[in-house]
């Protein structure tokens, strides 16, 4: 009977000791590389923008800056609201510059973001709309003046988990012009428009 018993606890043991080991342990999606990307996230960058078409001869490309405050409902889908800035120098056509910063930018908007995985490295898509004002140093003679208009930016990014409250995020976008009424060449030829690259840096809660 006793011996029986002993057998019995043995059997138990190693059946519940078999199970432990197959059992994943809590932090192994973390280690599979998936994380959780929903919550609150916020986004400091910096990088450079530049213009395209009829603008492009005009605009040197130059810094461009940017704050993001978003949510995620889930580890795919992001609603953001965010500033976006930078500064331009007019060109010339033997490449001289009148100054710095010439033309300074401004502007808000909203985006949507969509996540492929919810791997620690995440590619993702964006697309939004926005208005921006453009502030023109005083003393310029080339017709270009103060103005406020109208953008779509659409884009691509990867962001990075460096912990769960850290990230990093390399985000290149393009800008659809609603009108350039700022310029000499106020009519915006199909496609034309803005484009920029962006590192930035932020945390997620």
Known sequence: MRRGIALGLCLVGLTGGVASAQDPPADAPTRMGRVEWKGPYFLLGLGVEGYTGKLAPNLDPGPSYGVVVGYRPNDYLGVELGYSGG??????????SFGNPDIVRNGGQAALTLGFTSARIQPYLLGGIGVEQYSVRSGMFFEFINDTGGYAPVGAGVRFQLNPHLTAEVRGS???????????????GAGEGRYSGLLMIGGSY
């Open 87 to 96: 500064t331009s120098n007019l060109s010339i056509s033997n490449g001289a």
């Open 174 to 188: 393009y800008s659809f012009l609603f009108g350039q009424d700022f310029s000499p060449t106020q009519d915006v």
